[in-house]
C-alpha cells in the first residue's frame, strides 16, 4: 500500500534494502525535494480531506445499502 501512495503521489521515494534507503536519505538531504513536497501535499489534498474521505465512505454505504 505504501509503495502506491508513493508511486502515486511522486511524493516521496520507496526502498527494499538498507542501500537503497541510505541512497534516498542522502537524495531527499542532498537535493532539492520542493517538488516532491508539493507532489505529496496536492496528493492528500486530492484523496485524504476530511470531505473526500467522507464523501467514499458515504458513496460506499449507499453501495452496501443497495444490494440488500
Known sequence: VLRDHIEG???GLSYRN???FEKAI???LTQDTSIMAQNGRAYVQ???T???VLSTFDKTIDYV???R
Request: charged share 15%.
Open 26 to 28: 542522502n537524495q531527499i
Open 65 to 67: 445499502v443497495k444490494r
Open 9 to 11: 503521489s511522486q511524493g
Open 50 to 52: 476530511w470531505n473526500t
Open 18 to 20: 538498507y542501500a537503497d
Open 46 to 48: 486530492q484523496y485524504y
